[in-house]
């Protein structure tokens, strides 16, 4: 079986190759990126030059460049930037007879609402993939040690710093925390509603490296997905929120960006183009490109850069208060000490979730039951199936209970 991955050189996904080359059974997999350092560094020295992974340079900005990369596999993980999903879309839409899976959750009602065509060509899209996964599976996993819950609160911890960053991941922060973005919302009594930037704070106590800290309402999709589960519904909750928090450094920038009025000023003209004064800095932010030994790179950082992600669920059981929290918190280092950048361990998440949820998309035959859009909370996959996969990968999970 075939499967290419969009984007497999980037930060979020070279996890997901990993994992691919450690735990699957695919004849062939199809590294699709412009990335070629990236690439042939991920293919030579992290997968030790195994002849079942191929690098295909390719320019994921061309609708047709993607939809021929579709056409000539069986399964697919789409990892390009969130920038380029609508490209993703169309190129997925000129194909059909595919199973794959989508990092990105952005523009989800819209892409909820392609779903009966995907369907008709014979397609299963697990959208919002990724850390998703993650925090859907621990919020469900708590919801069923209660009788009914109040709050279901989501809590991502993002210790990544500012100095080693990719395009992408910054994109992605300034977008999470624009206060233009229109799916940063809170789910309450069965209806949601918008929310401005640092909403809600919180203090929440991750495990270390990140302590105790001040988390913030995001733009996630938790309070949009975790409604359509049947547990949400038995258990009565009332609220649900998602939450996170950045590295202060990150923080600082953001915040002043966000005071002197950077994201909703108009667009300046730069020879004949109209570009966002936002856009322009966060082009102008450096990028990480050298790869080192993860524990040297933890030593510079100050710690090793992970995402920790958590689920909180507040209700009761018999009559009596209970407030149960989980953590799932990757190993460090993932690439068991091979040499690579920064954010390629702090994405180990994200790409191990890819992985995990395609091949068991597989291995149950989902996709031959379930077509067109799904996501964790439609996917029929249990929620303690998917942790105890992460567990098998060296992830802890961590339960506290008051």
Known sequence: MRVVILGGAGAMCVSAVYDLYRTSEFDEVVIADIDEEAAKHLINVILEGDKRFKFVKADLRDKSVVSKLLRRAECFIQASPFTLEKTFLEALMENSDLVGVDLNAFEFDYVLSLSPKLAEKNITLWFANGGLVVTSSL??????????????????????????????????????????????????????????????????????????????????????????????????????????????????????????????????????????????????????????????????????????????IIGYKKGIGRRIVYHLIPPYPFFEGKPVRAMWEYGSYV?????????????HEIHKTKKGVIFMETSGLSPHLVLEEFRKRGFKLVKEEW
């Open 351 to 363: 790409g191990t979730a890819l992985s995990i949820t395609l091949q068991l998309m597989l291995k």
């Open 139 to 312: 919020a469900l996993t708590g919801l069923m040690e209660v009788d009914e819950a109040e709050e279901v609160n989501i809590y991502w911890g993002m210790w990544r710093p500012l100095g080693f960053t990719t395009k992408g991941l910054t994109a992605t922060i300034f977008y999470e925390l624009d206060p233009t973005a229109k799916e940063r919302v809170i789910w309450e009594e069965g209806k949601t509603r918008p929310l401005p930037p640092f909403a809600f704070l919180k203090e929440f106590t991750f495990p270390e490296p990140i302590g105790r800290t001040i988390t913030y309402v995001l733009a996630h999709t938790e309070p949009l997905t975790l409604p359509c589960s049947e547990l949400v519904k038995e258990k009565k909750v009332k609220r649900i929120i998602a939450r996170g928090a950045w590295h202060p450094d990150w923080i600082k920038l953001v915040r002043a960006l966000i005071e002197a009025g950077v994201f909703e000023a108009e667009p300046i003209t730069i020879n004949g183009r109209k570009l966002r004064p936002i856009d322009i800095i966060i082009d102008s932010i450096p990028v990480e490109r050298e790869f080192r030994d993860p524990y040297q790179l933890a030593k510079i950082i100050g710690y090793p850069p992970k995402a920790i992600l958590s689920a909180e």
